[in-house]
């Protein structure tokens, strides 16, 4: 299977990222690595970026990562840890890596940081997926 053919025909239809404004740095199976930047519109009453904003990001890496290795995945669990606020106009990465996998299970780990800081960690997902006996077809 082709990781990136995978992930272009997923994001063809995953409105949501593409409203988010989320670009494609990388892809590899079982690995992605995404970029976005904060925009006005995701800001919260605090004047920083909601953490909805931060967890959807992350939720898109790990989708992406997850079914880049052919089989359809669904995520069955999920969490995040914000670690520091976003202001407007922040651009952030997201990398996210298979740790472990079963025949039907797959652990993965995102971590976002800034794009210019990447020492500077923003938050930390962790997420399961089920692995269903469904392939994508590129």
Same mark, same amino acid.
């Given at each position: 299977?082709?990781?990136? %053919? =995978?992930?272009?025909?997923?994001?063809?239809?995953?409105?949501?990222? %593409?409203? !988010?404004?989320?670009?494609?740095?990388?892809?590899? #199976?079982? /690995?992605?690595?995404?970029? !976005?930047?904060? %925009?006005?519109?995701?800001?919260?009453?605090?004047? $920083?970026?909601?953490?909805?904003?931060?967890? *959807?990001? $992350?939720? *898109? $890496?790990?989708?992406?990562?997850?079914?880049?290795?052919?089989?359809?995945?669904? *995520?069955?669990?999920? *969490?995040?840890?914000?670690?520091?606020? &976003?202001? !407007?106009?922040? #651009?952030?990465? $997201?990398?996210?890596?298979? #740790?472990?996998?079963?025949? %039907? &299970?797959?652990? /993965?780990?995102? =971590?976002?940081?800034?794009?210019?800081?990447?020492?500077?960690?923003?938050? !930390?997902?962790?997420?399961?997926?089920? @692995?269903?006996? @469904?392939?994508?077809?590129?």
């Amino acid at each position: 299977m082709n990781a990136i %053919k =995978i992930v272009n025909k997923m994001i063809d239809n995953d409105f949501f990222s %593409k409203w !988010l404004g989320i670009s494609i740095i990388e892809i590899k #199976e079982g /690995y992605s690595k995404l970029g !976005l930047t904060i %925009k006005k519109e995701m800001l919260n009453g605090f004047g $920083a970026a909601h953490g909805g904003i931060t967890y *959807s990001f $992350a939720d *898109s $890496a790990f989708a992406f990562a997850s079914n880049s290795k052919g089989q359809k995945s669904v *995520s069955i669990e999920t *969490s995040i840890t914000h670690v520091i606020n &976003l202001k !407007l106009g922040d #651009e952030i990465i $997201a990398e996210c890596i298979c #740790e472990t996998e079963t025949g %039907k &299970l797959g652990h /993965y780990k995102v =971590i976002v940081f800034l794009k210019n800081e990447p020492t500077k960690i923003v938050a !930390l997902f962790k997420g399961m997926v089920y @692995k269903t006996t @469904k392939v994508w077809e590129v």
